[in-house]
């Protein structure tokens, strides 16, 4: 029933079933994941494309406690396209989206482990730009920042490099 409210044309339904999602993610892991996974998997990652930046980040904030109850295999056919799309958010959306898709790299990351490898450069060079980048000095990116760093913790521990 909630897959359907996922593709429902009002945003507002859209983005209440992430948060159900998210919530049942959440509570009922890793059962829930072991039964679903296969069918809400894509779906959170087909409302990364969504036009309203709130769903957007819902959707990356569901997959963030989505992902922490699968397992690699279940994700490994779905990597490519995820990793994309939250580097994309990360590089270009605002700093709401941007800090759901840090949570949600987290958590890729910590699934994925040493198959991250590939992404980790640009991973890591979108990253530092909030550091280096003029445009990201002032207090409103503090919340930004504070994700990179923990993002990058993540990464650390668990990829290597």
Not at 1 to 20: E, Q, T, V
Not at 43 to 68: G, K, M, Y
Not at 125 to 141: G, P, V
């Amino acid at each position: 029933m909630i897959i359907g409210f996922m593709r429902d044309s009002n945003p507002m339904l859209r983005y209440a079933s992430c948060h159900a999602i998210g919530q049942i993610s959440d509570d009922m892991q890793p059962k829930f994941q072991e039964v679903y996974g296969n069918t809400i998997l894509p779906e959170l990652i087909n409302l990364l494309n969504d036009q309203v930046p709130r769903v957007v980040s819902h959707s990356a904030a569901a997959l963030t406690n989505f992902l922490e109850g699968m397992k690699w295999e279940q994700v490994q056919g779905s990597l490519q396209q995820l990793v994309t799309l939250l580097l994309e958010h990360i590089g270009k959306g605002i700093s709401l989206v941007k800090e759901s898709c840090l949570s949600a790299i987290s958590s890729v990351v910590e699934v994925a482990k040493e198959n991250y490898a590939p992404y980790l450069e640009n991973t890591v060079r979108l990253m530092f730009d909030f550091f280096e980048n003029e445009k990201y000095s002032s207090k409103e990116y503090k919340q930004l920042k504070g994700q990179s760093i923990e993002t990058l913790t993540i990464i650390a521990s668990s990829v290597g490099g």
